[in-house]
């Protein structure tokens, strides 16, 4: 039950990251009403995302300037030094839309507090109660947010795998990531349509996470039928 929990976290965890703080933040790829915007980003919260704005700046810089001494993930920074990449943004240029959210801005003030009452209530509970869940729940996602993920999106997304797209930096197409990040592996796509709510273009390219934005949001932006179209051109 524990190793289900664990995985279930997991998966949560990745799901906000990918769908909330990356798709529907930092690339507007789709709509949420109001009070699931609020849902999500309070749950993110207090697992450790950190705040939506932040997030999403650092993302948009590192579109702008993949490769570049600007980008703030660089890939040479991998490994465990992955844990080092920044937190916060140096410039709000990027940015300037999100600070129009009243809900993102408050959001924004409160994540870190949230967090660490959760993380100081659940490591209370776990360790008087002997609760190896609410242990689990305090431990698990920072571990996935502060290395499992860069590393992956920082390293294995732009170092292995294939390409379908030329773009301006070395992204690529990971098979191997995608038992971490589900759709989030098919980078190359992602960085030639960086604004699609669906990272999938050939067949065997799936997008759990896509469907789960079907679910929650709308007025989805996908490209995948212009990528199909961009891709078959290029291969003849």
């Excluded at 971490?180 to 098919?186: H, K, M, N, Q």
Aim: aromatic share 14%; proline share 5%.
């Amino acid at each position: 039950m524990l190793l289900a929990y664990c995985l279930a976290l997991l998966f949560v965890t990745g799901a906000i990251a990918e769908v909330f703080y990356h798709r529907y933040v930092g690339h507007q790829a789709f709509k949420l009403s109001p009070r699931m915007e609020s849902a999500i980003m309070y749950l993110g919260s207090a697992l450790g995302m950190g705040s939506p704005i932040t997030w999403a700046l650092l993302h948009r810089y590192h579109h702008a300037y993949t490769g570049t001494d600007k980008d703030p993930h660089p890939v040479e920074l991998c490994g465990w030094r992955a844990m080092l990449l920044p937190n916060k943004p140096k410039q709000f240029g990027l940015g300037r839309d999100l600070l129009k959210n009243k809900r993102l801005v408050r959001g924004h003030k409160t994540c870190d507090r949230i967090h660490n009452t959760v993380v100081m209530v659940c490591l209370i509970g776990g360790f008087l109660f002997e609760n190896y869940y609410l242990l689990v729940t305090a431990i698990l996602p920072l571990f996935y947010i502060r290395f499992l993920e860069r590393v992956v999106a920082v390293y294995l997304l732009h170092k292995i795998g294939y390409r379908l797209f030329p773009t301006k930096d070395d992204s690529r197409n990971c098979v191997w990531a995608f038992p971490f990040i589900f759709g989030g592996a098919w980078h190359n796509n992602h960085h030639r349509y960086p604004n699609s709510a669906d990272y999938g273009v050939l067949r065997y390219e799936i997008d759990p996470y896509y469907w789960l934005i079907k679910l929650i949001g709308y007025d989805c932006i996908t490209h995948r039928a212009r990528a199909l179209t961009d891709y078959n051109r290029k291969a003849k």
